[in-house]
């Protein structure tokens, strides 16, 4: 079993290896690579695309690694692959981003991106820190996760689905903030599961050991 995570110069590598290599260990998942290779990410079995930054500029940066999207899309859609977008990562399987520029997505999910507003002017954004999950729809990777476990953020924006199937849980900021959406083997979260202690090692878990 092999999981690829997807180098493309705009995400926080180092921690999300580090948790994924640990976890990867205690469940028996196989082997966990970070790779920019195409050929790589084709033949993984399942495949994580971080992100950190803004939505345009991570667009940009993944399609400016020749082949890899089109690897991931082959891997995810066509193969069917379990595949998990953390952060921008899971922003950009949407129809479309709202941050500084309309920006198209991939076209997975159907909604958009849009800057969180609280109905609470006194909260600041961007949403940055601790926040209590409230689970709306049972998943493989929720296994063990309920409503009120924590999860770390730090956005600005979260994705708004067309679908309210798609979403799989959100947090409370003043008002609903989309945390994991989720359609077939495609799953993303808005928090850091690298950076969310027992809840995020839980989520991984799952996803490692997730046969869909």
């Given at each position: ?60 940066a993944l399609f400016d ?54 109905g609470d002017r006194a ?64 799953v993303g979260t808005q ?22």
């Amino acid at each position: 079993m092999l999981t690829a995570i997807v180098d493309y110069e705009s995400g926080n590598l180092h921690s999300a290896q580090k948790a994924f290599e640990r976890v990867a260990r205690e469940t028996g998942a196989g082997e966990v690579i970070v790779t920019a290779d195409p050929d790589r990410v084709r033949r993984a079995d399942r495949v994580v695309l971080p992100g950190d930054g803004a939505f345009p500029a991570c667009r940009r940066a993944l399609f400016d690694h020749r082949g890899v999207f089109e690897a991931i899309e082959e891997a995810v859609v066509t193969g069917g692959r379990p595949f998990l977008g953390i952060c921008i990562g899971m922003q950009m399987m949407a129809d479309r981003g709202l941050e500084y520029e309309e920006t198209p997505g991939f076209g997975w999910i159907g909604g958009e991106v849009v800057r969180i507003a609280p109905g609470d002017r006194a909260l600041k954004v961007p949403h940055m820190g601790w926040n209590d999950l409230v689970i709306d729809r049972a998943h493989p990777v929720l296994d063990g996760i309920a409503t009120g476990d924590h999860a770390y953020f730090v956005h600005s924006y979260h994705f708004r689905v067309a679908d309210p199937a798609d979403l799989l849980a959100h947090v409370d900021y003043a008002g609903p903030v989309t945390a994991i959406v989720g359609r077939g083997t495609m799953v993303g979260t808005q928090f850091h599961p690298e950076k969310s202690q027992a809840t995020g090692l839980r989520l991984i878990a799952n996803f490692l050991t997730w046969t869909p």
